[in-house]
């Protein structure tokens, strides 16, 4: 199966508020070349979006993000998710999200942490939050004694700073939220949205 990093060089993290949005939204990011769509389960109407999509555009590579909890993971499962996310992982969530069959990118701040998930047979991690964490220069001194290990950097990236962290041998793709702000999805501007999804995706160097 394909590596969720090797997908698009940006994976959208997506908050979302009404549920009619889901599908349009979907098609115009799968349209603008970014096919992996995270959904943050942040609102009451995410795991509706998530079943909106899974059903209605098959070409998307549909995920859930925020997973905290197992209850969470099963729930997102049950929604149609083809990958989750969650912000750091307990060995409880470690193991609810490796007992649900679906690729997962724990996310992960310090080197034992990073350790921690090689050790359970992970080498694809979300960076978070990437900013705050250390950026790329993080990443880049991480990538000398953990070689083998990729990341998603999310948090605090840009358009303008993916670039640097899309550079990094260890760095496949990066989250990022500007993709779909909140102005376009209430105007329902699926245009603007491809068009940004387009530009992102001409990111990787």
């Known amino acids: 199966m394909t590596s969720i990093l090797d997908l698009a060089p ?61 209850a969470h993971v099963a729930a997102s499962v049950a929604a149609g998710a083809r990958f989750l996310v969650s912000p750091g992982a307990t060995p409880d969530l470690h193991a609810a999200l490796a007992d649900s069959g679906l690729p997962y990118l724990p996310g992960v701040a310090t080197v034992s942490e990073v350790l921690a998930a090689v050790e359970r047979g ?28 990729r990341f998603c950097p999310t948090g605090g990236i840009t358009v303008d700073s993916a670039a640097g962290y899309l550079a990094l041998p260890n760095v496949g793709c990066v989250g990022g939220s500007w993709l779909t702000p909140a102005d376009l999805l209430a105007a329902g501007d699926w245009d603007a949205v491809e068009g940004l999804a387009a530009k992102a995706a001409g990111l990787r160097p």
């Open 10 to 70: 940006v994976i959208p993290v997506v908050v979302i508020h009404d549920a009619a949005h889901a599908v349009p939204l979907a098609r115009a990011l799968v349209a603008g070349g970014l096919p992996a769509i995270e959904i943050t389960l942040r609102t009451p109407a995410a795991l509706d979006a998530v079943r909106a999509i899974a059903a209605e555009v098959p070409e998307a590579w549909i995920g859930v993000g925020t997973v905290t909890t197992p």
């Open 122 to 149: 992970l080498s694809e991690l979300k960076f978070f939050p990437a900013e705050a964490a250390g950026g790329a220069a993080y990443l880049k001194a991480l990538s000398g004694p953990l070689p083998d290990v």
